[in-house]
Structure formats: structure tokens, C-alpha cells
């Protein structure tokens, strides 16, 4: 089941909320939402709910042993067993076939579906058991309460990933404000919006750009997978977290306007930020962070950023992709920091052409393809510097692309917040009537089968 369709809308998410409405007590409401968690995890794949529920038994019971250990010693084995059980898990269902034929070259392909959200939730369970270990949280001694930590149905699929002690005081009694929750259904249906009407566009789009060979089409290519991604991504982050918000648990923004950043290291704060938070706190600063030698330091970001781009899938151009961020990170910190932050109209321009590329590795199957389309780009393997199938698809899709630059910036949230401030209580309402009908667009898309599964169901 996914956030964007009619089950999801009309079926699924307001039985959940009526049910968390009437039920009496917290206890009630938390075995309720475990119950329809699981639910929801196993609509489309149910052999998959078992290594869920593995998943879960084991490191709740790998925390409680941590938490009885008096031994250092022995608490620190646990705590390292407990991290490679859940690696293991993530190397088998993710990256077995990768290591079979494109490390080992034994040309192996052994039938291995990677259940959906397996990333995301194994990453939130490794920050538990860290979280337990350095003592930040205490381990949990309630299954339906951690249970609810790990398989919301509000993030198990594609995140944000929450680390426990963010979440630990949200998964006993909560309060539901009702402005909240209004707040939570507007921002689920902002995403919506970014999903249906513009995300699943720039799919077609892209895909009917992807047998170009002109230098304009490698660039309408690029740039129709750029802007795909990101209101794919953050359209998915945000109905995440509008449920979130809907049942009373608050979690902090995962996108902030990436494409308005004045550098990687900008971008980098704004795009997936839980992800980033996840690997400067459970990496990046165990490693040693930036307090370290400039040949650690070096170590560390290009250890970040492989770990990086492999969490993200099992191919050579992922990895890529990750150290490819890794050396315009090191580049800024030692050569271009202090030009990009006097040179701001630039910064934002170079951080642009990086992202741009960088997605064009990721969206490769191969890292010679990545680079056939990246030479494209400046006309070395071109067919021409356009062609009439590209020209016509620029003027039929020139408003679309239009509309992806103007909401991928911050115009519509500024615009917003202006109107709310002036008009008071009819700014409330004419906003509230674009969300309706918006959302009303969407449901029509998503009837008339027009709409496209989201991206990072693949990591």
C-alpha cells in the first residue's frame, strides 16, 4: 500500500484516525497502530512482515541485555553483534547479488526481493542500539511501544529516518492539538500535490527523453530527473510526516529548498536531512569528525560518502554517486569555501551543474551510460545540439519545467507565509481552498492511472 493510492486515501488513513480518536487509552492507541502497521507493511509483500517482526525481536531484546550488562566489556560485544545481525540482514537482501557478480564476477543471480523500507527501518533500529549503548535513551522494556518506534506505517516505507531519542517521549502519551493535526493534513496534502501533479510528470517527461542523443536532450534528460526526484522525495517527506503529525508524533523537516543551496555542503544540509543526521552522528563523528588531522578528515568524508552512496543501492553508480559528493565536499572545505561564500550567485549556479550530474549517476544503470549522457552534455557523442523529438517535447513541457523551478525553490512557502500574515483569517481560506483543489487534481490523476510508484521504494 502506498500514501498515493485510493486505499491509502480513503480506506486506510481515516479508519486509523478515527480508530486513534475513540480509543481510550495511549496503550490502546499504540497496539492499534502497531496492529494496522503491520498491516499496511504487509499489503503488497506479507512474507516480508516476518523479517520485520525478526527484526524487531531481536534488537529489543539486544537492548534489554545492554541495559542489564554491568560488564563494559561484554555490554560492548552486544552492542557490536547486534549492529552486524542487522548489517547482515541489510547485505543479504541488498547487496548478494551485487557482491556475486560485480565484486566476485561469478555471474550469480539468486532470486532476493528487497523488502520495501528495509533501509530505512534497519537504520532506525542500529540508532536505537547506539542510542541505548552511548546512553542517550534507556532501553525500551515495552514491545509495543518500540514496536511503534520501528514500523509506523507514517515512515517504514521510505523514512524519515527518526532516531529513538527524537521519537522516545512521542511513543507513550501524546496530546493531538487539533490545529495540529490540521496542520499534518495540509502538509500530507502539499505532498500529494508534489507527487501526482508534478513528481509523476517529470516521469514521463524523463522517460521520454531517455533515448535522446542530442545535447539538448542530455540536458532536458538531466534536468527532468532532478526535478522528479526531488518532488518525488520530499512530496513522500512530507505526507510522512503530516501523518506523523496527524497521530501526534513530530518529526523534524527532511527537506529544506535543496535546489536554492550556495554549495554541496549547503545542499547537503537541506536534501535527506535525516539521512545526513544519521551518518554525522552514527559515522561521521565516531570516526573521529572533523577534529582530526586533514589525512583523517579525508578518511572520514570519503568513508561517509561510500557508506553513503552503497546505502543507497547495489551498482557501481551509486557508489560513484557518493564519492563523487565526497570530493566536491573535500574540494569546498579546503579550496572553495571562502570564494563560494563571497560568491553567492555562483555558488548557487555551480551547486546546480554538481547536483545536476550527480543525478545523472544515479539514475544510470551503468556507469558507461552515466557517462555517455554526461558527455552529451557538452556535445562530445552528440547527435546534434538538438533534434526535433527534444525541441517538441521543450514546448509542450516548457510550463511544467517552469512550474518544477518555481515550487523547488522557496517563491510558494514565502508567498504562503506573506499572505497568511496579511489577510489573516481569508488567507486561511483561499489557501485552504488551493490545497482542495489540489488535492481534488490529484485523486482525478490518480484515478486516470496516471500516476508512478515512488523512487526510494528501491532503497
Keep these: 500500500m502506498t500514501f498515493n493510492s485510493l486505499n491509502f486515501i480513503f480506506m486506510f488513513l481515516p479508519a486509523a484516525l478515527l480508530l486513534n480518536h475513540y480509543l481510550p487509552s495511549a496503550r490502546a492507541k499504540n497496539i492499534m497502530l502497531v496492529v494496522l502497521s503491520f498491516l499496511f507493511y504487509a499489503w503488497g509483500d506479507p512474507a516480508a512482515l516476518l523479517l520485520l517482526l525478526i527484526s524487531i525481536g531481536w534488537n529489543y531484546l539486544t537492548a534489554l541485555q545492554m541495559a542489564a ?61 547506539a542510542d541505548v549503548y552511548m546512553g542517550k535513551s534507556k532501553a525500551s522494556h515495552d514491545l509495543v511501544e518500540y514496536s511503534l518506534y520501528v514500523s509506523f506505517f507514517g515512515k517504514i516505507s521510505m523514512g524519515p529516518i527518526v532516531q ?70 520530499s512530496g513522500y517527506s512530507d505526507m510522512a510526516i503530516g501523518i506523523g503529525q496527524m497521530f501526534g508524533f513530530h518529526m523534524d523537516p527532511n527537506f529544506n529548498h535543496p535546489y536554492i543551496a550556495k554549495s554541496v555542503q549547503d545542499y547537503w544540509r537541506r536534501w535527506h536531512i535525516s539521512l545526513s543526521r544519521w551518518f554525522r552522528d552514527y559515522l561521521y563523528i ?142 486561511i481560506t483561499w489557501m485552504t481552498a488551493v490545497y482542495l483543489v489540489g488535492f481534488v487534481l490529484c485523486i482525478a490523476f490518480i484515478v486516470g492511472g496516471t500516476f508512478h510508484p515512488f523512487q526510494y521504494f528501491a532503497f
Design 69 to 129: 550488562e554491568d560488564d563494559d566489556r561484554k555490554k560492548k560485544h552486544q552492542f557490536v553483534l547486534g549492529i552486524v545481525m542487522n548489517l547482515v540482514i541489510l547485505g543479504v537482501f541488498k547487496y548478494t547479488n551485487f557482491i556475486l557478480n560485480d565484486v566476485l564476477f561469478l555471474h550469480r543471480q539468486l532470486d532476493i526481493a528487497l523488502p520495501v523500507g528495509l533501509s530505512f527501518f534497519l537504520f532506525s533500529e542500529i540508532s536505537y542500539l
Design 164 to 233: 529513538y531519542h527524537d521519537m522516545e517521549d512521542q511513543l507513550g502519551e501524546r496530546t493531538i492539538d487539533p490545529y495540529d493535526a490540521g496542520q499534518g493534513a495540509l502538509l500530507f496534502t502539499k505532498g500529494l500535490i508534489k507527487k501526482s501533479l508534478l513528481a509523476d510528470q517529470f516521469a514521463t517527461l524523463f522517460a521520454a527523453t531517455a533515448g535522446s542523443t542530442s545535447v539538448l536532450g542530455a540536458w532536458l534528460y538531466g534536468a527532468a530527473y532532478m526535478l522528479e526526484i526531488y518532488f518525488d522525495f
Design 286 to 427: 565516531p570516526l573521529g569528525g572533523s577534529r582530526v588531522s586533514n589525512r583523517k578528515y579525508i578518511r572520514n568524508i570519503l568513508i561517509v560518502w561510500f557508506c553513503t552512496g552503497l546505502w543507497h543501492g547495489a551498482n557501481w553508480t551509486f557508489i560513484l554517486w557518493g564519492l563523487y559528493f565526497g570530493a566536491f565536499t573535500l574540494l569546498e572545505k579546503f579550496y572553495l569555501k571562502d570564494f563560494l561564500s563571497k560568491h553567492t550567485k555562483f555558488g548557487h549556479i555551480y551547486t546546480l551543474l554538481v547536483v545536476l550530474v550527480s543525478w545523472i549517476f544515479f539514475c544510470s544503470p551503468d556507469i558507461g551510460t552515466a557517462f555517455g549522457v554526461i558527455g552529451r552534455l557538452v556535445g562530445i557523442g552528440a547527435s546534434a545540439w538538438a533534434d526535433g523529438s527534444t525541441a517538441f517535447l521543450l514546448l509542450n513541457n516548457w510550463f511544467l519545467l517552469l512550474l518544477g523551478v518555481l515550487f523547488s525553490m522557496d517563491i510558494f512557502k514565502n508567498l504562503q507565509t506573506s499572505i497568511l500574515n496579511r489577510y489573516k483569517k481569508k488567507g
